[in-house]
């Protein structure tokens, strides 16, 4: 048996839709875009920057993580680690049962066939996606399409022999992961 995987939603994203909003959406930053992203009450103006909120990795890993959780109710809900760098977002996914095999209590040898592993919009390492698809849990995978396409020009980077230069912080979960993608090759190599 392997490991069911969604790349492309759940099909609910007409059903969340409504979640998404009363949980990120704000009438003030829209009246702000709505006034040529400015904001005033007397001396004071405030500006809000023209490219504000989340980019589109973020609000599709935000949508399919609200979607797991409204498809599988009654399953055990991973996150590999936080979907993003936002608390907020974090707070409200915990609120909603979503549990994150990063948290001290937690552990990727916790995860079994019954449950929902969500990897983040960053993705994570080749040897984390294999041990959880030797778990044969479902993966909903919101990994993001940019990130996806550096990995693949890494990867054929380390086929053609090229070291890979992966600007990042060293420790952070989008540079090891898009790092693990070098070692597809015996000779692949990278510098952070």
């Given at each position: 048996?392997?490991?069911?995987?969604?790349?492309?939603?759940?099909?609910?994203?007409?059903?969340v839709a409504?979640?998404?909003?009363?949980?990120?959406?704000?009438?003030l930053v829209?009246?702000?875009?709505?006034?040529?992203?400015?904001?005033?009450?007397?001396?004071?103006?405030?500006?809000?920057?023209?490219?504000f909120g989340?980019?589109?990795?973020?609000?599709?890993?935000?949508?399919?993580?609200?979607?797991?959780?409204?498809?599988?109710?009654?399953?055990?809900?991973?996150?590999?680690?936080?979907?993003?760098?936002?608390?907020?977002?974090?707070?409200?996914?915990?609120?909603?049962?979503?549990?994150?095999?990063?948290?001290?209590?937690?552990?990727?040898?916790?995860?079994?066939?019954?449950?929902?592993?969500?990897?983040?919009?960053?993705?994570?390492?080749?040897?984390?996606?294999?041990?959880?698809?030797?778990?044969?849990?479902?993966?909903?995978?919101?990994?993001?399409?940019?990130?996806?396409?550096?990995?693949?020009?890494?990867?054929?980077?380390?086929?053609?022999?090229?070291?890979?230069?992966?600007?990042?912080?060293?420790?952070?979960?989008?540079?090891?992961?898009?790092?693990?993608?070098?070692?597809?090759?015996?000779?692949?190599?990278?510098?952070?």
């Open positions: 048996m392997s490991a069911e995987v969604f790349k492309k939603g759940l099909d609910l994203k007409h059903v409504g979640d998404l909003a009363r949980d990120y959406h704000s009438d829209q009246t702000i875009r709505l006034n040529d992203f400015t904001y005033k009450d007397g001396r004071v103006s405030v500006h809000l920057a023209k490219e989340f980019c589109y990795g973020v609000e599709r890993a935000v949508d399919y993580a609200y979607q797991a959780r409204k498809k599988f109710p009654d399953r055990t809900v991973y996150l590999t680690g936080e979907i993003i760098h936002n608390p907020h977002v974090n707070t409200r996914l915990r609120a909603s049962g979503i549990r994150f095999l990063s948290d001290p209590s937690e552990s990727i040898e916790h995860v079994t066939s019954t449950d929902v592993v969500i990897l983040p919009a960053f993705g994570v390492t080749i040897r984390e996606l294999e041990r959880l698809i030797s778990s044969d849990c479902t993966l909903v995978d919101t990994t993001c399409g940019s990130v996806l396409n550096v990995w693949k020009n890494v990867r054929q980077y380390a086929r053609d022999g090229y070291t890979a230069v992966i600007h990042g912080k060293a420790q952070h979960e989008e540079t090891q992961a898009t790092a693990s993608q070098a070692r597809v090759t015996d000779n692949g190599r990278y510098v952070i």
